[in-house]
């Protein structure tokens, strides 16, 4: 007889197959209802029953856990790199391992993190977004086709309509120090891109050895010298209770007043009040953000209104290539369950 699993996320072809084998399976919450549209009480009751629990984002306290243990439940996977949105407390003293699916989005965040080094040192966000509104534009023309004959078309003059009078001018990538608070899936694939932008990586992960870091490419350093001497720190921190807000004004006293925070991971790991002042004293130069403290950011944050801070509305993990790596890890939990071997992704904390 076959297992029964109810699935919420999509897990792709040929994983599927091999694991419609094994199992007749349903569709349930934001697989059946569409994003955003499946309440906890809504799957509480269409998971109930199966012996296998595949989530993607959905939410799933004590109380839901309790009753689909009481049904039946012995393997639960949620495809999501930190599975917060699950009781684990509550799956460790019932003995189900909870699996995930780590790394799923690190190659989307990775990508989207040196996109945003690059705007936010060279304010690329600030001057479209200027262009848009009407800043440092030249005079209507009658006949925009009419274009003069002159061989060195510069952007000009520089006056007080001159982005450069707005903006500053920025820095290249190329022969600057990347420091990377936190080396994981991200950090990783964040340094291997960075290496071939010719950065130097200085790395701060006290929980790797240093040889594990610097096989990599990047320099494992302490604290205060990843401070001290990079010119762009970018934050790949989980949140937990020994991390929340450590990024705070000990960690912008000890930066360069020219270097850039740039944070794709969770608002969290720093401390608001201070960045807002490390930013509006220009003890830092300048951030580029993807996330925020609450979301949607808040129409009346200062963040939204400095010239130094490009941000974005949470974008970094999101590609239409993110849900298929998911998937098929996900599937490595679900087959290694059904084959009797050893779970691959375990959340621990």
Known sequence: MKKKMVMCTSIPEPELS??????????????????????????????????????????????????WIASGMKFIGVAKGTPV??????????????????????VAVAEYCIG?????????????????????????????YNVPDVK?????????????????????????????????????????????FGMEILAYDPYLPAEVIEKTGARAVDLDTMLSESDIVSIHLPVLDSTRNIVNKDWFSKMKPTAYVINTARAAVIDQKDFVEALENKTIAGAGLDVYWQEP?????????????TCSPHMAGLTT???????????????????GNDLPFVWKR
């Open 18 to 67: 091999k694991i419609k084998e094994y199992c007749d399976i349903d569709i349930a919450g934001e697989l059946k209802h569409g994003r955003g549209n499946a309440v906890e009480e809504v799957t509480r009751e269409e998971c109930k029953g199966y012996e296998i629990v595949v989530l993607g984002d959905e939410y799933a306290g004590a109380d839901t856990l309790n009753e």
């Open 85 to 106: 949105t699950v009781d684990n407390e509550t799956l460790k003293a019932a003995g189900v391992p909870l699996t995930y699916t780590p790394g799923r989005n690190a």
């Open 116 to 144: 945003l080094m690059i705007a936010a040192t060279r304010q690329l966000a600030q001057a479209v977004a200027g262009l848009l509104k009407g800043d440092h534009l030249g005079d209507p023309v009658d006949d925009i």
């Open 152 to 196: 060195n078309v510069v952007w000009g003059p520089l006056d007080e309509k001159h982005p450069y009078t707005d903006y500053g001018i920025g820095f290249e990538l190329y022969g600057k120090k990347l420091g990377l608070a936190g080396f994981g899936a991200i950090g990783r694939e964040v340094a291997q891109r960075a290496l071939a």
């Open 297 to 309: 950011i808040p129409a009346n944050h200062p963040l939204l209104k400095m010239k130094n801070v």
């Open 321 to 339: 290539d993110v849900d298929a790596w998911s998937g098929r890890k996900m599937a490595q939990n679900v087959l290694a369950y059904l084959e």
